[in-house]
């Protein structure tokens, strides 16, 4: 009888789906400076038949909005992992040198892809509503805001949050706000949203992060 042991086989790397070798393709095809890319460049890129990329997505704008939320996501997993305290301005402040920094690694392909958000598609899109749960998540209970307006803060400011982020990069985007001051400008619009919903200490704190720069 044999006495060799049964040898388990390596774990088999997760293959990626149709959508993921789309929106790969898209992003090595916005990195190489080529944001007006056809969908049959982009089929060719990703080694799919040309109707593929519209059969999983529709349009180029939902590419755009799939790339869009790649980001939010992965904004949403490292505040996950950050294991921040409860205190909303903390993790609110916390949450937009992470989103900045998610942006920032890849510049080019982010300028692109908000550049075609920026623009009407007439197409409803997905980015506000992940966006507005992003800030949910990072208000969480809301300790810390005015006891008085908490309910009322915990349901006005992920919307308002997400607009003045989306405020920030806009202008980025457009290249008026340049990259080493993109952290202070957005922590600037959170601030000045905050600062509305927040006691007479915890505002005058805020006011020292609110102003110049950039």
Do not use: Y
Request: glycine fraction near 8%; charged fraction near 20%; hydrophobic fraction near 45%.
């Amino acid at each position: 009888m044999s006495t060799r042991k049964f040898q388990p086989s390596a774990p088999t790397a997760p293959t990626a789906t149709t959508q993921d070798r789309v929106l790969e393709a898209a992003e090595r095809l916005l990195r190489t400076g080529k944001p007006e890319f056809s969908m049959r460049d982009l089929a060719a890129e990703a080694g799919v038949s040309f109707a593929t990329p519209f059969n999983q997505f529709g349009s180029k704008a939902a590419i755009m909005q799939a790339l869009s939320a790649r980001r939010i996501d992965e904004m949403h997993d490292r505040l996950t992992a950050a294991n921040l305290p409860d205190n909303a301005v903390t993790r609110v402040l916390a949450t937009v040198d992470i989103a900045v920094d998610v942006m920032l690694r890849e510049p080019v392909v982010n300028r692109s892809v908000m550049a075609v958000l920026g623009s009407q598609t007439g197409e409803p899109g997905i980015v506000a509503r992940r966006s507005a749960a992003l800030w949910t998540e990072a208000l969480g209970p809301g300790e810390g805001l005015a006891k008085a307006t908490r309910t009322q803060a915990c349901a006005a400011l992920p919307s308002l949050l997400a607009i003045a982020f989306r405020g920030a990069l806009s202008f980025w985007t457009a290249g008026e706000i340049r990259d080493d001051a993109l952290g202070h400008q957005a922590r600037s619009a959170a601030t000045a949203v905050l600062l509305g919903f927040c006691g007479v200490e915890v505002r005058k704190a805020l006011l020292d992060c609110v102003g110049g720069g950039g």
